[in-house]
């Protein structure tokens, strides 16, 4: 009874402590979004101008991250909303929408009257009554100079029948954040975590709350059993038995005065429904197989079979002044049934292993009399590319063609038909670059990338390209958009004001210090604002 005791006790401790910081943080923090409302309420002033749907055929959208690439539950369609955009000196958000037509390898900018305000790091979640439905809930807006954060708290809903937005207003919601995760559960939205950040503060949550899609009414759930620890930028979905994973995450916390410390987090949970009206049970487990290394800034989706999936990422080496990324461009399988990861490995194109295995024949044909040793697997090929910035800067770009990879297997087996925009043998074939922050969706059973980061020195490179992997059958990544140089801007600190955009809407800010940058580059960490697919695996 004495543990029992002592246990409640720093359970309402730890209650009463987070509360005081949420309070502290929300008093300061509501200062600045003051002053963010003002500039809000002018581009909402310029949406009001939109009175009627209108689609433009147009390119790839602009390079971003933490924007929200959802699958379309009837057509053959991807839905691209919001992010954001870093070019050293200003940050851009956006609140557009763009829609790429699979089969036909297109994008259209869609323009609908009333739209929810510019954002990034939110969470999108895509159902399938009435039409379809894409839900929107949170993320954040940064000013200009990216020194202040406006945290939104609304929701909205998307009728992908008839292109309309609408906001839902419902009391007893999560506070404002960024960086959470939401997925649909039965008829019900569960969000998990995020954060909140002010100019001097930030707070990290580990709440979760439920919206039905029935009564469209918020409710707080109060797990029992011990849970995650706050964070933002974590895995979550839901498992074919119906449990509710998360994995990892992103959070920091200060060690002494104007000196933070990330933590990467690599544990996981089951969030799990008892039955009672309202009853919630969280479970650490232990995966076996083969887990992902440290990350933050992994993109996740939903892959046939109903395996989470697991892409790119970054690991920082933190010291105090400094923070230095690796990227990642690799994939890992969740399996929910076997409790089990294992890596995901592509077997090469069909016609390089046909010409493989015709080589081993030949080498291991009957005249030989010496006995052959085992063919080892061919090494990928490193293909190096040097980009050139508008501003003349040299980015160089490495990546790896797909190669054969002995014990390699898809996650499931079953032949899919593929679509037309895969199929052109002259698309290219190298993998998407390492990076953080991308848009992942899944539709018949083929992965599509879009975007992210990742950073070159102090540079950070932001990205619109889009690749294509069919998880069938694991043989290679085809690039259906390939980077722009013309769209890679970045500003350094001697540039002038005069060179920087004029793009509407935007101020220029102040130049950075070297520690505003590593800062950002924390809070980038934060974010992470991948969409989780919870439709469009088959």
């Known amino acids: 009874m004495g543990k029992k005791g002592k246990k409640e006790k720093k359970g309402r401790g730890a209650e009463k402590t987070a509360a005081k910081m949420e309070k502290k943080v929300s008093k300061r923090s509501r200062k600045e979004e003051e002053d963010l409302e003002a500039l809000i309420a002018h581009f909402q002033t310029l949406d009001a101008r939109k009175t009627q749907v209108t689609e433009t055929p147009c390119g790839p959208p602009s390079p971003r991250l933490n924007a929200s690439l959802s699958v379309h539950p009837e057509k053959d369609e991807l839905i691209l909303f919001g992010g954001e955009y870093f070019n050293g000196q200003k940050t851009f958000v956006y609140n557009d929408l763009y829609v790429y037509n699979i089969r036909k390898n297109t994008w259209t900018n869609v323009d609908i009257p009333g739209p929810p305000p510019r954002r990034c790091a939110h969470q999108a979640v895509v159902v399938p009554q009435g039409g379809g439905q894409l839900w929107l809930f949170g993320g954040e807006f940064a000013s200009p100079d990216g020194e202040q954060f406006y945290h939104y708290k609304d929701l909205w809903v998307l009728h992908l029948a008839t292109r309309t937005w609408e906001q839902v207003r419902s009391p007893g919601g999560p506070s404002g954040r960024s960086g959470h995760r939401m997925v649909a559960w039965k008829r019900e939205l569960i969000l998990f975590g995020g954060f909140h950040e002010s100019a001097r503060d930030y707070i990290y949550y580990n709440d979760v709350y439920s919206f039905s899609l029935d009564s469209f009414t918020w409710s707080r759930l109060s797990p029992s ?193 593929a679509c037309a925009s895969t199929a052109d043998p002259d698309c290219p074939t190298a993998e998407p670059c390492p990076r953080s922050s991308a848009m992942l969706a899944v539709k018949h059973g083929l992965l599509y990338v879009y975007g992210g980061m990742f950073e070159a020195g102090d540079r950070q490179v932001t990205l619109s390209d889009l690749h294509c992997l069919d998880l069938h059958k694991m043989e290679a990544w085809k690039t259906l958009v390939e980077m722009d140089p013309e769209a890679h801007e970045w500003l350094e600190e001697s540039d002038s004001e005069e060179d920087s955009s004029s793009s509407e809407g935007t101020e220029t800010g102040d130049e950075e210090s070297g520690e505003d940058k590593e800062e950002n580059r924390r809070c980038s960490r934060d974010r992470s604002g991948a969409c989780q697919a919870a439709l469009g695996a088959d």
């Open 225 to 417: 059993g011990p849970g995650p620890t706050p964070r933002s930028g974590c895995l979550m979905t839901v498992s074919p038995q119906g449990s509710i994973v998360v994995y990892g995450g992103y959070s920091k916390q200060r060690v002494r005065k104007d000196v933070d410390r990330g933590t990467q987090h690599a544990d996981m949970f089951l969030l799990k429904s008892e039955g009672g009206e309202g009853k919630w049970v969280w479970t650490r487990i232990n995966p076996s197989g083969v887990k992902p290394t440290p990350r933050s800034g992994f993109s996740a989706a939903v892959a046939p079979n109903q395996q989470t999936l697991l892409f790119g990422g970054v690991c920082d080496e933190e010291e105090e002044e400094r923070l230095d990324g690796m990227f990642f461009n690799d994939l890992y399988f969740y399996d929910a049934t076997r409790n089990r990861w294992f890596a995901g490995q592509l077997k090469g194109p069909k016609a390089e292993r046909k010409k493989r295995r015709r080589g081993k024949a030949e080498e291991c044909g009957g005249l030989c009399e010496q006995e052959q040793g085992p063919v080892s697997a061919q090494e990928p090929l490193e293909v190096v590319k040097e980009v050139v910035a508008e501003d003349g800067t040299v980015v160089t770009i490495k990546q790896m063609l797909a190669s054969p990879s002995v014990g390699g297997r898809p996650p499931a087996q079953a032949e899919t038909e």
